[in-house]
Structure formats: C-alpha cells, structure tokens
C-alpha cells in the first residue's frame, strides 16, 4: 500500500489576486512544488490536501490549483461555513469538483457549541447525502461531537488531529493527552474514524518522540487501526519537526508490524476517502 498523509497544507505567498485572511505558522510559503518535493524525498506517494483556512477561509481556490497541477498525487477538502444559508449548494458544488473527497467545519470561533445547532446538523445531513466524510477540528468540543455523531449515524466523520489541542511552535504541551478519555469514548461510534494526525507535535521531547505510543496504543486498541489515518499535518508542524521526523517516527518504529505500518500509513486513508495516490478522486 502506498504511503498517504491524511492532511498536509498547500499556500502561496500573500498576494492581492489571493490575499490571506491571517498568517499561519510557518515558511512564508509552501508551495504544491514544495509540498511534492518534501513527499518525495520520504517517500509519501500522495496526501489530503486541507485548504488552509487560516489563510484562505472557505476559498479552496489555491488547493484546486494545486491538485489540477499534481492531480495523482492529491486528493481534496474544504472548509466549510455551518452558518452560511447556502451550504448545501456550496456541499453540491463542491462534490462536483474534481478531486474533491470531503469537507470540514471548523469548530471554532462562530460555530455554535450547540449539538442541536440547525446549521451544523444540516451539514453533516447533506454530506450524507452526498457521500462525503465530514472532516472535524473539535479539540474542546469531543462532548459535543458525541452528540452529534448520535444525531447523524449516517454521516461519515473524520476526527482531525486525535481531536486534541495541538501546539504550533515551542514550547511543547506537558500533557497534550489529558483529553485522550474523552476521544475514546468516540470510538463507539462506527461513524468515526479518527487523524493521527500531527501526533509527534504533542510529544514533551525531540525524535522518535517515544512518548506518544503509550496513548496511542489506547487510541490504536478502541478505534481499531482501520479508523486510525496517519499524517503530518504539514505545514502547520514546521517549528516542532521536519516532515522527514514526522514520517519516519511511525515509518521507522518498532513499535508497528509490517501489516499494521501499511494500515496505519495508507490503507485506512484510502479507505475513509474512496481515493488513492496513481487515480483520479471518485466523486460519490
């Protein structure tokens, strides 16, 4: 199975013909260019490309572009706005572009912490409908996203980032795990599938970050690794590791099996987006 990052970030620099809302951690740019050199030198066959919302809100225009130019190597989601009347259409239109594998909704700010909030919930019925996983930044909010997975078990949720706080440059957290609970109790839910995603930022110490398999495993044990996506979540990570650091501490350990590195690092991304590296999206 092919190696996939289950969630790395694509921008240019800021521009008036593409103006960034706010600056994200990071090098003033990392371009699809860069982003498939820093694949390639690991040996990352493909990736989910998360539009940067930081950057670009609900614009995915600069993740299309990047995925039009390296279209077997990319998959695609976007942010989405639970507040915005006209959603659904935008989830249609969405669904219709090329590439495209999910969306997301970040739980932040304006977004309501209400489980039975109309705009949220009409969401996650629309995507599925259209057959698309919902992608979730929920860190705070896992009581909430019980709710709603309770609500919708016919939507298909993807839990980014083990549904943790995560910290963007040093320091690092001294327990960034003090949450895990609350995730595994979202394990009963055969709707949710869960990013390992950016795991080696919450460790207290440098490479192979040694103390991470401990939760981990707990994670690994209640959602069963076929609901663990592995990824980077480059470019977000660039002051806590190098992307190498962030594929070989789970390419190079002893703590997987073979069959179980394959899972991990490919075969459940694939499976949770119907796409792989080397084939064109499918559109559900």
């Not at 099996?257 to 559109?283: C, F, H, I, V």
Request: net charge negative; with cysteine.
């Amino acid at each position: 199975m092919p190696i996939i990052d289950a969630q790395v970030h694509a921008y240019e620099r800021n521009h008036p013909g593409r103006p960034w809302h706010a600056v994200l951690h990071g090098p003033p740019e990392v371009t699809g260019a860069d982003m498939v050199k820093a694949m390639d030198a690991v040996g990352v066959a493909g990736a989910i490309l998360v539009s940067a919302f930081t950057m670009y809100r609900f614009d995915a225009s600069y993740a299309v572009s990047v995925r039009n130019t390296y279209p077997d190597r990319f998959a695609l989601i976007k942010p989405v706005d639970p507040n915005d009347p006209a959603v659904a259409e935008t989830i249609a239109d969405w669904q219709a572009t090329p590439g495209a594998v999910g969306i997301r909704i970040m739980m932040r700010g304006d977004v309501s912490a209400d489980p039975a909030n109309p705009g949220i919930n009409h969401v996650l019925a629309t995507a599925a409908k259209r057959d698309l996983p919902v992608n979730l930044l929920c860190w705070g909010r896992l009581d909430q996203v019980h709710e709603l997975a309770r609500r919708n078990p016919n939507t298909r949720l993807v839990i980014d980032h083990l549904g943790l706080q995560q910290p963007f440059e040093p320091p690092r957290m001294d327990n960034g795990f003090a949450e895990l609970p609350k995730l595994l109790t979202l394990a009963a839910f055969p709707n949710i599938v869960v990013k390992i995603t950016g795991a080696c930022t919450l460790s207290r110490g440098e490479y192979p970050y040694a103390d991470i398999w401990e939760p981990l495993a707990r994670i690994f044990d209640a959602f069963g690794l076929r609901r663990c996506l592995w990824g980077t979540d480059w470019t977000r990570a660039v002051e806590l590791m190098t992307y190498a650091e962030g594929v070989d501490a789970f390419l190079k350990s002893d703590r997987l099996s073979d069959s179980d590195r394959a899972m991990l690092m490919g075969e459940a991304t694939a499976r949770a987006y119907r796409w792989a590296p080397g084939k064109q999206a499918q559109n559900q």
